[in-house]
């Protein structure tokens, strides 16, 4: 009975869903009933005019409106209304600087959730509209209806479509809105930040300040003596485990500085030749770090074991959370002077200074830094406290005062090269000079080279700011936070005297990196032989390509370098993490440029594709090649080139089209600009085409190929290279013959190494009609059997050509395995029949010539009148003349 009832209920609930709710509401009524009674007897005792006309199906009902699901719509209206507050909130005014930040974390959490809401509506969307797509387009006006199932289902897909839509569209104006909000929240903390650092206050100079500093300094050491105590007293509780720590933290200490010591006694030794300046800025760019470790590692262990103690109470752990940066920045500053001025190696150091000059400017950094960290500890410590006003002014004064005079000094500080060796205070001897050619500053001045008025009448003036481009920005920062101090302008001259600090560091810091990133990959005139031998050994590649991998190395390593770099620079001057990881967001992951969406991150992905592939492509072709000239070889050298160079082709093409694909550049525009190109393929680029094309048939009929001898057009050598545009060819005379690809598939072109290296030889010579021709035959036949450089398959041939008019005409013809060979065995050939000639008594008949000579008779008397004159001049040489005979005789 009650499985009856239940189905009948179930039958129940099924047609109540069925029935649509509008007719569920109001049934139909014909249209008769619909209108007033005298019309409708109107209607009734009318007669039609016109003939019946056919029912028209009726249009189905719209289906209702399809609202977004609950886990959906939910938090859509939870973001509408917090948007709405945080605009309200962000409208009040006198707002912190903290209270901004606040609300900045609000709307970027909130905007967060409108693109998580966005990601998980667009794939249902998605499917939505692939399902309508399926149904295909609605029939047009006068076309007929669709079926009435497929009616219905098209309404309710746009109709969720619509929601869908809906809902995207909400959460884009809600991020449209948070990034106003956040605009707006940046402009206002920007403004606050104006208006605080440009505040004035009391002068540091007035009495009054100082007044007020000695009245408060009794109760400041009561406050600091007071939580001194607290925390001992709680310390005393638990004195072994805070004499383990303090063992454990020294031991640490101790461990890792003998190790950073023997590390940079044995990795950087200060005795040879001294070392290129790209090797000694990777040297100072893992030296930094190694340096900082100990004191680091030390810090660190100390805190954390305070706080596993539960040593650390609210006040001292807020100092603690600023002392402890604080310290940080103080021992990286000191390690990176001290791992670029090198006071203990000078043969690492980076800078050409003696030892004096680097110690000093080492130990003042130090200094500087020791001097911007504990300015940042008394300034919690006035905030923990509450002191008042002039306290905060008094010590804010003195920080900065102190760094423009340590400024000062480092302006000071003469700059004199560790080769200048002058007379006076801190000679050395001279650092030997580096052994590498390369571009690196200069490492030794001799002593000669030093002017005879600066030994003697010793520096001028203005000689202590040298280097000025270095000096001059120094001692402007330095007056200029003087100036500001002094004048009043307190949180001014904090700020500059921080950036001095945190900025400058993190500039050196960053070309150190940079100056070790281009000693590691080895650009062009750089030391790096390691990376070279790899891509030498490992890749096969020779400079041009070794270049082009080393250069988008380094720009990769460059460019992650900077992304790095970039969200420091902005906290150190006063952006959020929130603004500093927005910005390098936006750089990384896409911003847009009109209707372009430009993203670092694509683009260097697909550098890194293409060169990626690019090496792939190397390595592919080296593995052929070492595969096919492998013995026993099966493949023909001509094909394995053409293998090789295709498969190079290959490779490159597919690395662009993957590069340019990733990079969100649509290949199928390129279609369109060939297609614009095509008229200018036709007119000036046909040649290039024709060419192109023409390299292409060579590769693949190969009437060519790399190691033939050809001749093309009265020019003769060696094919060495086949391009995609052109071919090297090398002649005879060691010259490159560069010949355009067309003209070996339109002219004839002859091929002495076609099919086989076989070369036919042949030696022409003519003896007198004197001689046996058996025998002669028989002598050339023995020739040519005992030449070592002859085939004797096929066996050489002896021919009888002709009587000549001066000679028995013979010729011997033989085949050289290679054609390289025909020279030297024509040569062997010649010397072997003429010996073998000689020794059997053969002439080889010269040329003669028969002359005939008409009227004798005029020749005789030509010949007799040459004679007599000739006699004459004789006779009358030989008399000599009585006027000269004395005064030869007197000579």
């Keep these: 009975m009650k499985t009856i009832r239940s189905l009948i209920s179930l039958l129940l609930l099924t047609l109540a869903c069925a029935v649509p709710p509008a007719a569920a509401q109001a049934p139909a009524q014909p249209a008769a009933e619909s209108q007033p009674p005298a019309a409708a007897k109107d209607a009734a005792t009318q007669t039609p005019a016109t003939p019946a006309q056919p ?13 977004l699901p609950e886990d959906l719509q939910r938090p859509i209206s939870s973001l509408q209304t917090r948007m709405e507050q945080l605009e309200q909130q962000v409208s009040r005014e006198n707002l912190s600087d903290d209270q901004l930040l606040s609300l900045r974390e609000d709307v ?11 990601d998980s509506i667009r794939p249902k969307l998605n499917e939505v509209q692939s399902q309508i797509d399926k149904l295909g387009k609605p029939p047009e006006q006068g076309q007929p209806p669709e079926a009435q199932e497929v009616a219905t289902e098209r ?34 903390r920007q403004a606050l930040f104006t208006r605080q650092l440009l505040r004035r206050s009391q002068s540091p100079l007035m009495p009054t300040i100082w007044r007020q500093v000695a009245n408060e300094l009794p109760g400041m050491s009561r406050d600091i003596g007071r939580i001194t105590q607290s925390w001992w007293n709680a310390a005393s509780g638990q004195p072994f485990m805070l004499a383990a720590l303090i063992a454990a933290v020294a031991s640490l200490y101790v461990l890792l500085k003998t190790c950073v010591v023997f590390l940079i006694r044995m990795a950087l030794p200060d005795t040879g030749e001294r070392p290129g300046y790209f090797q000694r800025a990777g040297a100072a ?41 604080a310290f940080l920045i103080f021992i990286a500053v000191s390690a990176l002077a001290r791992a670029v ?25 130090s200094w500087i830094a020791g ?3 504990l300015d940042l500890v008394l300034k919690e410590l006035i905030r923990i406290l509450y002191l008042p006003l002039p306290v905060s002014i008094a010590v804010a004064s003195l920080g900065s005062i102190a760094i423009a005079l340590l400024l000062v000094r480092l302006v000071r500080t003469d700059f004199t090269p560790a080769a200048k060796l002058v007379t006076g205070e801190g000679s050395l001897p001279p650092v030997p000079p580096q052994s590498s050619s390369h571009s690196t500053p200069p490492a030794a001045v001799p002593a000669a080279d030093v002017p005879a008025d600066a030994t003697a009448a010793g520096p001028s003036r203005l000689a202590f700011l040298r280097p000025v481009l270095l000096k001059l920005p120094l001692l402007a920062a330095a007056l200029g936070i003087m100036a500001a101090s002094l004048s009043g302008y307190i949180a001014l001259g904090r700020f500059m005297a921080g950036q001095m600090v945190v900025t400058g560091s993190v500039v050196v810091l960053v070309l150190l990196l940079h100056l070790a990133i281009r000693a590691v990959i080895g650009e062009p005139g750089h030391e790096a032989e390691r990376f070279r031998t790899v891509f030498d050994e490992r890749l096969g590649l020779d400079d041009r390509h070794r270049h082009v991998l080393g250069r988008g190395a380094s720009i990769l390593l460059n460019v992650a370098l900077a992304l790095v770099a970039l969200p420091l620079v902005l906290l150190t001057w006063g952006f959020t993490q929130a603004d500093a990881l927005e910005w390098v967001r936006n750089v990384v992951f896409g911003f847009r440029v009109g209707s372009f969406q430009i993203s670092l991150a694509q683009i260097l992905i697909a550098i890194g594709l293409f060169l990626g592939l690019l090496i792939a492509t190397r390595l592919v072709q080296r593995w052929l090649a070492a595969r096919m000239s492998r013995p026993p070889r099966v493949v023909e050298q001509g094909i394995a080139d053409s293998i090789h160079t295709f498969v190079g082709y290959l490779g490159i093409g597919f690395a662009v089209l993957t590069a340019l694909s990733y990079a969100g550049l649509d290949i199928t525009n390129f279609a369109i600009v060939a297609g614009a190109l095509s008229v200018g393929v036709g007119l000036g680029l046909q040649s290039i085409v024709n060419n192109f094309v023409s390299g292409l048939i060579i590769l693949v009929e190969r009437p060519i190929k790399v190691g033939d001898l050809v001749n093309i057009k009265g020019q003769e050598g060696h094919v060495r290279r086949i391009s995609v545009r052109s071919t090297e060819i090398e002649t005879g005379d060691r010259a490159s013959l560069i010949v355009p690809n067309s003209e070996f598939i339109s002219s004839t072109v002859t091929n002495w190494t ?3 290296p076989l070369a036919r030889v042949l030696v022409k010579v003519g003896v007198s009609y004197k001689s046996d021709p ?17 085939m004797q398959i096929p066996a050489p041939g002896v021919g009888f050509d002709n009587f000549g008019p001066n000679a028995l005409e013979f010729s011997l013809s033989g085949v050289v395995p290679e054609i390289s060979r025909a020279g030297a065995a024509q040569t062997d050939l010649r010397i072997r029949i003429l010996k073998a000639f000689r020794e059997h008594g053969i002439e080889i008949a010269h040329a003669q010539h028969d002359i005939h000579l008409r009227d004798l008779d005029g020749v005789k008397t030509v010949l007799t009148t040459m004679m007599q004159e000739r006699a004459r001049r004789a006779e009358e040489d030989a008399k000599p003349d009585a006027q000269t005979v004395p005064f030869a005789r007197k000579t």
């Design 55 to 67: 029912p028209v199906p009726p249009t189905p009902a719209p289906p209702p409106a399809v609202q």
């Design 108 to 118: 970027d959490n909130a905007n967060r959730e409108a693109q998580r809401i966005a």
């Design 155 to 188: 309404a309710r897909l746009d109709a969720l479509k619509s929601s869908f839509d809906g809902g995207v569209k909400t959460t884009d104006v809600v991020g449209v809105r948070a990034g106003n909000i956040t605009q707006r929240i940046q402009e206002m």
């Design 285 to 325: 760019g893992w030296a930094a770090p190694a340096l900082a470790l100990p004191s680091a590692a030390a810090a660190l262990l100390l805190v954390f074991g305070l706080y596993s103690l539960q040593l650390l109470p609210y006040q001292i752990e807020r100092l603690t959370e600023t002392a402890l940066p």
């Design 341 to 365: 001025m090198a006071p203990k190696r000078a043969r690492w150091r980076l800078v050409d200074l003696a030892d004096k000059p680097a110690r000093k400017i080492a130990t003042t950094v």
């Design 371 to 373: 001097v911007y960290s």
């Design 754 to 756: 076609h099919r086989n």
């Design 774 to 790: 058996e025998k002669v035959r028989s002598i050339l036949q023995t020739v040519a059997r005992e030449c070592p450089l002859v």
